[in-house]
């Protein structure tokens, strides 16, 4: 299973690390995904780490959002940086090997 955390309420600018840890998966096997999903809004897709750790961003967050592995720990974070009110979602991580998504953590940016 995947489990995210590290969300919570931020003010706009702030920063914020999500962690998506992992067990009965190593992570380190398999490319994984950041989505987010805004009330009233598709899910969409915010970031990637592939299994050779190229990592990919929607334009959005580019320069603001970065993802990172601890093979040794088996969890993706992804750390956000400047946070704004758009930013606002419940995001997911995704395991693309297993197809296994985790429950979500609420991230909100309100001042």
């Known amino acids: 299973q995947l489990v995210e955390s590290g969300g919570g309420l931020v003010r706009p600018g702030g920063s914020l690390t999500l962690s998506c840890a992992a067990s009965?998966?190593?992570?380190?096997?398999?490319?994984v995904d950041w989505f987010r999903q805004a009330p009233g809004k598709q899910r969409e897709l915010v970031g990637s780490?592939?299994?050779?750790?190229?990592?990919t961003y929607v334009h959005s967050v580019e320069g603001r959002f970065t993802i990172s592995r601890d093979n040794a720990e088996n969890i993706v974070y992804l750390q956000m940086n400047n946070l704004k009110p758009e930013d606002t979602a419940v995001y997911y991580c995704?395991?693309?090997?297993?197809?296994?998504w985790g429950r979500g953590t609420q991230v909100t940016v309100s001042s």
């Open positions: 009965g998966i190593r992570l380190r096997v398999t490319a």
């Open positions: 995704y395991a693309r090997l297993r197809e296994l």
């Open positions: 780490t592939e299994v050779n750790d190229r990592r």
